[in-house]
């Protein structure tokens, strides 16, 4: 168990790192010059000499990787070229904001998706299967940014009971949270239906039943139990992808979310914070996933003792 | 019973199976109707999806304009017919290629194995950390706005989906002795994985990346959607229903257009990719989904579900 976390954890931090590169040189081959967004586009050319150097953009490509390195580990990320702000100070910002709408959308997504997805499975190629697959289905292929534009139209234009974008109070929180556990709630139920129905179908179910258990029982122990690793896997999933802001659906709401910010620093080309937001969301993904690599090992005893 | 009657016989079987997958018949005939709207597009399309006509803004449906027109007085039927033509495009050239070269990695590397694929594999799962649409934006950022930098986007986004799932259908394949055989017999690598190791593990593949074009539908019209894409005046989708989010209190129909397009394209994709699996697995229909085949799709839809 000791070495399946130890190299679960050394491989996470090998993926930051590889993260952090990749971003410094895509960084460097975008088009647009920081500088001349800096110092603005009239600047003559001694003022941009004196800003490429207070920036160190004449340093060797090697020296700049590593004081972006050392910037990174003392939490040094540079300033905002829109704000003037710290990057540090607006990723948190944001980020409070995106962890909000998770906060508020998780239990409405396990809840959604598990029981949605038992009861589906449970009573398989019923009518009620059916039209609870159907309704996920479509939960599935609809583009989030057009289902939070339909419920939009529901809830703040038609009925006027919630605001329609902006951020602040909890009924702001509710539209894009809806919009996100409606759409990563039936993900998780489709997968949870096929896993359930998949593992009631097996023969040791079968045995259970035989020797006189109840279905509820066996439905929770035995076949809830040993489907948890990918329903875990799944949910996971979902929540990095909010944790990383779901970039679509906070632009809809103009909800100041990670999202919302980096697809707006990258429209002003504010590149320290396209950096540092980059490298935030793809850091928080792979912390997500460890966590799901970790929780499948303490539910699967396979993992656990083989130690692979 | 003769050979040649059970010969036809199982063909019946196959050809009746197909035509009672639903799934596939509806998802087929909505692709159909899109690409043919996408093919002919200039013949019938009743009006030019570009041509401004103020005179006519925002009128509603009528005998002239099906669907009305939008706020230049662009017929709104006309545009989201040519839109069809756009994304149909755009995923084409994007999941196609993208889909040959990381089929042919990913069976290259099962078929090498060793450091290569150890060193290919850790580079898709880093890749794989990193969130779909963030990768896109990044990317589509940095080559400029435009058709060219969506195509390019999805399809390095694609790519390591593609290795994954290719290499771990090819994996049991690789090592049969057919292969053995041909290999004995003089056979090149490039023949022995183009013609005996593909061959056998297509279904995987396919299935894969039917759903990869619904994603890809989600991802080109998300970035026009972000003003990352497609620009305007061109009538596509994602970037239709952006403009619609102004009108949505006085003209909802201008959003609802083009947003039941997009989710009905990748329905069908979605549709059919499950369809195919099922005539392609005839297990799973039944319940038994083990084979390592299915554990090799599963992994690959892993990436499928975090980038909605």
């Known amino acids: ?308 | 019973m003769t050979l040649r009657k059970r010969g036809a016989s199982l063909r019946n079987t196959r050809l009746s199976y197909l035509c009672k997958n639903r799934r596939l018949l509806i998802g087929c005939a909505i692709i159909g109707l899109f690409t043919i709207s996408a093919i002919a597009g200039p013949f019938i399309v009743p009006f030019s999806p570009l041509k401004q006509n103020l005179m006519d803004a925002l009128a509603g449906a009528s005998g002239t304009h099906l669907l009305g027109t939008d706020q230049y007085g662009r017929d709104i039927l006309s545009r989201m017919l040519w839109g069809s033509r756009i994304t149909l495009t755009i995923i084409l050239m994007s999941v196609i290629p993208s889909a040959l070269v990381g089929v042919l990695i990913g069976a290259y590397i099962s078929y090498r194995k060793g450091a290569l694929e150890f060193c290919v594999l850790r580079c898709v799962d880093v890749a794989i950390a990193f969130p779909g649409i963030l990768l896109a934006m990044l990317i589509a950022s940095s080559f400029g706005k435009g058709q060219t930098s969506v195509i390019l986007s999805i399809s390095i986004y694609m790519l390591p989906g593609f290795i994954r799932v290719s290499r771990g259908a090819a994996l049991g394949v690789s090592n049969l002795e057919y292969v053995e055989a041909a290999r004995a017999l003089g056979a090149s690598q490039f023949r022995q994985i183009t013609r005996h190791i593909l061959p056998n593990c297509l279904s995987p593949i396919i299935v894969h990346t039917t759903l990869a074009m619904g994603i890809a539908v989600i991802l080109s019209s998300g970035l026009s959607f972000l003003g990352l894409g497609i620009q305007r005046p061109q009538p596509e989708w994602g970037l239709m229903l952006s403009d619609a989010r102004q009108y949505l209190r006085t003209v909802p129909r201008l959003a609802l257009v083009p947003g039941v397009a997009i989710t009905l394209l990748v329905l069908a994709f979605n549709l059919v990719g499950d369809g195919v699996r099922d005539f392609l697995d005839p297990r799973r229909a039944q319940g038994f989904r083990n084979s390592s085949q299915n554990k090799s799709v599963k992994l690959g839809f892993k990436r499928a579900i975090q980038d909605r």
């Open chain 1, 1 to 308: 168990m000791i070495c399946y976390v130890l190299k679960r954890i050394t491989f996470a931090l090998l993926s930051v790192f590889a993260v952090l590169t990749v971003v410094f040189f895509v960084m460097r081959v975008l088009p647009g010059d920081p500088v001349l967004l800096i110092v603005g586009f009239d600047a003559n050319s001694t003022q941009i000499s004196i800003m490429r150097e207070e920036l160190g953009l004449d340093d060797p490509m090697i020296v700049q990787f590593a004081n972006y390195l050392k910037g990174f580990v003392t939490g040094n990320l540079g300033v905002s070229i829109r704000h003037g702000t710290s990057v540090i100070q607006e990723i948190a910002m944001a980020s409070s904001h995106t962890l909000a709408l998770v906060a508020l959308a998780f239990p409405a997504i396990v809840a959604i998706g598990i029981c949605v997805g038992v009861l589906a499975a449970y009573k398989q190629d019923s009518f009620l299967d059916h039209s609870l697959m159907a309704v996920a289905v479509v939960g599935v292929c609809i583009p989030p940014y057009f289902l939070a534009l339909l419920l939009m139209l529901l809830f703040s234009v038609q009925l006027r009971w919630l605001p329609a974008i902006g951020a602040g109070s909890i009924l702001h929180l509710i539209l894009p949270s809806l919009t996100l556990a409606a759409i990563s709630g039936a993900s998780v139920s489709r997968t949870t239906r096929a896993c359930v129905a998949e593992c009631l179908n097996s023969d040791y179910v079968r045995t259970a039943l035989a020797k006189g258990l109840s279905r509820n029982a066996v439905l929770i122990r035995h076949a809830l139990r040993s489907t948890l690793p990918p329903i875990i896997t799944a949910i996971g999933l979902q929540v990095a992808y909010m944790l990383g802001g779901a970039a679509l659906v906070e632009v809809v709401y103009a909800y100041p979310g990670i999202g919302w910010l980096l697809v707006e620093s990258i429209s002003a080309r504010d590149f320290p914070v396209i950096q540092a937001a980059v490298i935030y969301v793809a850091s928080v993904t792979i912390l997500v996933n460890l966590g799901v690599d970790f929780s499948y090992a303490l539910a699967d005893p396979k993992i656990r003792k083989g130690g692979s």
